[in-house]
């Protein structure tokens, strides 16, 4: 049985665990060639290998998270944020939607992610795997407070092992372009 995926709320965002219904707008973004060249498997998938991953394998793991993330004033869902426990470490993934980038929201998400994971997970590290050329989510990673701290071919790993709250990066970042 999955993980009890609990609802998360920012000032203008709405977070709350993937489900069947997500099936189509989740392949719309993930079948996209400028999203899908940055994935370990970078392939256009279908709706039906959709289905097959969520209801064979996301369903049945205890250490897999989503949340569609889903705006407060329009309704509009615009992104899938998440994290998997790999024992010593916790891994974030996010996948915004392109319209619905640099305007803060990916940070506003994560914040809420990672104050969530350390409730629950406190002193583990996060990290993050980013594809070498997928400049927006280095540049995001870091803004986040994550340091590189490995290379595997086309993959770096970020890490961040010491906890601080996020929200005085953004604050402090206030005037740069958002994520």
Same mark, same amino acid.
């Given at each position: 049985? /999955? ?37 370990? /498997?970078? #392939? ?5 290998? #959709? ?14 998270? +989503? ?20 024992? +010593? ?5 996010? =996948? =915004?939607?392109?319209?619905?980038? #640099?305007? &803060?929201?990916? $940070? ?9 994971? #350390?409730? $629950?997970?406190?002193?583990?590290? =996060?990290?993050? *795997? $980013? ?6 989510? =280095? ?10 701290? /490995?290379?595997? &071919?086309?993959?770096?790993?970020? /890490? ?14 206030? &005037?740069? *372009?958002?994520?």
């Amino acid at each position: 049985m /999955s993980m009890i995926v609990p609802e998360l709320e920012t000032k203008r965002l709405y977070l709350r665990g993937i489900d069947e219904n997500d099936t189509e707008q989740i392949v719309n973004w993930r079948s996209d060639a400028s999203v899908y060249c940055f994935f370990k /498997s970078p #392939h256009k998938i279908t709706i039906e290998e #959709h289905k097959k991953w969520y209801n064979e394998s996301y369903l049945s793991d205890t250490n897999k998270v +989503d949340w569609m993330c889903i705006t407060k004033d329009e309704w509009k869902k615009i992104g899938v944020f998440g994290f998997k426990d790999r024992n +010593d470490r916790i891994e974030v993934n996010y =996948l =915004l939607a392109a319209d619905s980038q #640099h305007k &803060g929201y990916g $940070i506003e998400a994560m914040i809420a992610i990672i104050d969530y994971i #350390h409730k $629950i997970y406190p002193g583990k590290t =996060l990290i993050a *795997e $980013i594809h070498k050329d997928n400049i927006a989510s =280095l540049k995001f990673i870091r803004k986040m407070g994550f340091k590189e701290t /490995s290379t595997d &071919g086309r993959f770096y790993t970020y /890490s961040k092992q010491e906890w601080k709250n996020v929200e005085a990066i953004y604050e402090s970042r206030s &005037g740069e *372009e958002n994520i």
